[in-house]
Nanobody
């Protein structure tokens, strides 16, 4: 049974920092990439950041220079360090993980496993 469990979300003031964690259970962590998504009230879900199996990272333009994605494979945990938080960063943040099919090809994080989300509120 695969579970991705996010934590670290809370209410902070603008300009503050938070570090989100996503711990994976029953899952071959980082087999096909991981990602952070968010959904703000009244908005579509958007990709915040991703990290591939070779460590390459991507960021949404709105968070570049402020957010940093990382992982600790030994701890089966994905992180998102968020600095310089803005009110527009308020959202539920989800982690997603890709996985390998039996044939060896990858299912991307968007179509893979998802956590339940953690609320980040910036005021």
């Amino acid at each position: 049974h695969v579970q991705l469990v996010e934590s670290g979300g809370e209410s902070v003031q603008a300009g503050g920092s938070l570090k989100l964690s996503c711990e994976a259970f029953g899952y071959i962590f980082f087999s096909c990439g991981m990602a952070w998504y968010r959904r703000a009230p009244g908005k579509e879900r958007e990709l915040v950041s991703s990290i591939s199996t070779d460590g390459a990272t991507t960021y949404a333009d709105s968070v570049k220079g402020r957010f940093t994605v990382s992982q600790d494979i030994a701890k089966n945990t994905l992180y998102l360090q968020m600095n310089g938080l803005k009110t527009e960063d308020t959202a539920v943040y989800y982690c997603a993980g890709g996985y390998k099919r039996s044939g060896g090809d990858c299912v991307t994080p968007y179509f893979g496993y998802w956590g339940e989300g953690t609320q980040v509120t910036v005021s």
